[in-house]
């Protein structure tokens, strides 16, 4: 089901919306009002609290490899935090640099800080996360319960 809403802009407005449709390729304002439209309430929901069930959170970031220790701190602190962990990218940018994105799920409670922990890590630069509630809602934590002990 849809609705069709009308919206009036003033002209400063709607050349800014046609200026950011040619900077990402929008090729009709409706897509383009309707990405507008659920990042503007992705943040107010953000800003309202974090999503009381299971959460799915990327977590981004880039650092120096040569930074004393942090690789095997982050590695060290992921692995404490493995059954929210789901899937983590690394790809070695240069001789010195590196970039990472972690797939994090889990309650938000457990989520986020750990999220932001990785972020807050000294010599971790441009990091970010972004945080959504996770489709089809509460998720059983059975990884690592029901398993049976391995011989
Ligand atoms: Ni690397």
Not at 14 to 40: C, K, P, T, V
Not at 100 to 106: H, P
Request: charged fraction near 25%; charge should be negative; hydrophobic fraction near 40%.
């Amino acid at each position: 089901m849809t609705q069709r809403v009308t919206v009036t802009l003033d002209d400063d407005t709607a050349g800014a919306l046609d200026a950011f449709m040619a900077r990402r390729g929008y090729a009709n304002r409706s897509e383009a009002m309707r990405d507008l439209i659920h990042g503007g309430l992705a943040r107010a929901a953000e800003e309202a609290g974090d999503p009381p069930g299971d959460c799915v959170a990327v977590v981004s970031f880039a650092y120096d490899h040569d930074e004393r220790e942090l690789g095997r701190r982050l590695l060290d602190t992921q692995h404490a935090h493995h059954e929210i962990g789901v899937a983590t990218l690394h790809a070695h940018l240069d001789a010195h640099h590196c970039v990472e994105v972690a797939l994090l799920r889990g309650p938000a409670r457990e989520v986020r800080p750990f999220a932001e922990a990785l972020i807050a890590e000294r010599g971790v630069r441009l990091g970010r996360l972004n945080l959504m509630p996770a489709p089809g809602g509460a998720h059983r934590h059975d990884r690592g319960h029901t398993a049976e002990p391995m011989a």
